[in-house]
């Protein structure tokens, strides 16, 4: 478990109440009512160094030893796991901002949008036990849309 009295805790649900969970070393969407995915418990800490008014967030899986990270490929970003401890992150300051999503509300759900490369929005598949993956989105959808509910 994080050791920073400040990390949160999420279990975090697309827009249709389906879970990420943990598999073959991808975050991906479940079923809602499935016992074969077991919703991943997400820390949540702060990214002090970017602008606080864009709620920037590092989320770390597994007691925050690995983290959401946005890469680059020849074909733009993606989204992998990596194993680095969210405390660290969230001591590094600028160097973390791969590692950073900008967090906006919509109502009852929250839109990721990479820090490190705008207009890219964490996004949940249009299948179930499919992985989360980037995508470049202009308008918001539901695709884009995810409730952040509150875990121990």
């Known amino acids: 478990m994080c050791s920073l009295p400040i990390a949160r805790y999420f279990v975090i649900k697309d827009a249709e109440q389906k879970p990420l969970y943990l598999k073959n070393d991808q975050l991906l969407v479940g079923e809602s ?49 990596e194993d680095v401890n969210i405390e660290d992150l969230y001591k590094g300051g600028e160097e973390a901002t791969r590692f950073t999503f900008f967090r906006s509300s919509s109502g009852p759900t929250f839109r990721l949008e990479a820090a490190a490369w705008p207009g890219w929005f964490l996004g949940a598949p249009t299948e179930p036990q499919e992985p989360v993956r980037l995508i470049k989105e202009s308008e918001p959808s539901p695709r884009t849309q995810f409730f952040f509910e509150q875990s121990r």
């Open 33 to 81: 009512n499935s016992e074969l995915c077991s919703a991943e418990k997400v820390c949540v800490l702060p990214n002090r160094s970017l602008d606080r008014t864009k709620f920037p967030i590092i989320m770390g899986i597994q007691d925050g030893t690995r983290c959401l990270a946005c890469a680059e490929s020849g074909e733009g970003p993606f989204l992998q796991l």
